[in-house]
Nanobody, 127 residues
Framework: QVLLVESGGGLVQAGGSLRLSCAAS????????MGWFRQGPGKEREFVAA????????PYGDSVQGRFTISRDNAKNTVYLQMVSLKPEDTAVYYC????????????????????WGQGTQVTVSS
């Protein structure tokens, strides 16, 4: 099992950019598919982006398609979420999640499929 620690959140103006990082412990990071989810105030947890073990599959939530980019560096045990053109409605706690995957090309978009979660990092976008 991996442990996940997110970083990179903060306060940014609308139209700005942030890059979130999720560092994973352990030596088997490359065996995990990864995902980003978010939960805004008074809202349910929402799928943001996911990436397969090898990085070949990267689905996105409709609300972030074209603005956010997920990537991973297996040598650094880290997954990233580059966010541009941020909007106030992107304000949320962003969570990184990991799922052990036996297929390198599979990504997962549903929260219940993930085994391990980070503690979250707050992103606040001011108008």
């Amino acid at each position: 099992q991996v442990l996940l620690v997110e970083s990179g959140g903060g306060l940014v103006q609308a139209g700005g950019s942030l890059r979130l990082s999720c560092a994973a412990s352990g030596r088997t990071f490359s065996s995990y598919a990864m995902g980003w989810f978010r939960q805004g105030p008074g809202k349910e947890r929402e799928f943001v982006a996911a990436i397969s073990r090898g990085g070949g599959s990267t689905p996105y939530g409709d609300s972030v398609q074209g603005r956010f980019t997920i990537s991973r560096d297996n040598a650094k045990n880290t997954v990233y979420l580059q966010m541009v053109s941020l909007k106030p409605e992107d304000t949320a706690v962003y969570y990184c999640a990991a799922k052990w995957a036996d297929r390198g090309y599979t990504s997962y978009v549903r929260a219940f499929e993930y085994d391990t979660w980070g503690q979250g990092t707050q992103v606040t976008v001011s108008s």
